[in-house]
């Protein structure tokens, strides 16, 4: 009786042919995670909240945020804003206006009928055709005062200040 089986060649391409698929499928699927963690792994530190304050003393109670942009070089492509009121969150969204390398710049988020709890920042950042969404930093306590009284007026001056409403919202003209 004759016993067939595979030659030791083939055993040996068969085997070099799947850990050449191996290598393709994690170079396809995981290399791809690794490098975007890479690329937009700067940005929590690019970015600081400098003051956080609820103003109900005008006409349309808001909350004034000033943020401070550092030299990290990252393609900034908007900010996400999100309030926490008695246990809501409302998202805001800016695509323009943004602060420039070492800029400080100051947005009013308007439509808040209340003193919010916190405010959390992320950026939206652009990478090639890859956008993501990435935390800037922690959630930030905000305070009630009037803006551009006491310690948010820098030298006397504000950062420039835009308005923003809620996120699916439109201005009010």
Request: no cysteine.
């Amino acid at each position: 009786m004759k016993k067939k089986g595979i030659s030791s060649v083939i055993s040996v391409v068969l085997i070099i042919f799947v850990t050449i698929i191996l290598i393709g499928l994690l170079a396809a699927f995981v290399f791809p995670l690794v490098r975007d963690s890479i690329v937009f792994s700067g940005l929590a530190s690019s970015m600081d909240i400098t003051e956080a304050v609820y103003d109900s003393s005008i006409s349309s109670p808001s909350l004034f945020i000033s943020l401070k942009r550092n030299s990290e070089e990252v393609n900034l492509s908007g900010l996400k804003f999100v309030v926490a009121i008695q246990g809501n969150s409302v998202p805001y969204e800016i695509r323009s206006n943004l602060p420039g390398i070492g800029e400080e710049r100051a947005y009013q988020l308007t439509d808040i009928s209340s003193k919010p709890d916190y405010v959390e920042v992320y950026a939206i950042a652009r990478k090639g055709n890859l956008e993501k969404i990435l935390p800037l930093s922690d959630k930030q306590d905000v305070t009630v005062g009037q803006w551009g009284v006491g310690a948010n007026a820098v030298d006397g001056e504000l950062p420039p200040l835009f308005i923003s409403l809620p996120s699916g919202s439109s201005p009010i003209a």
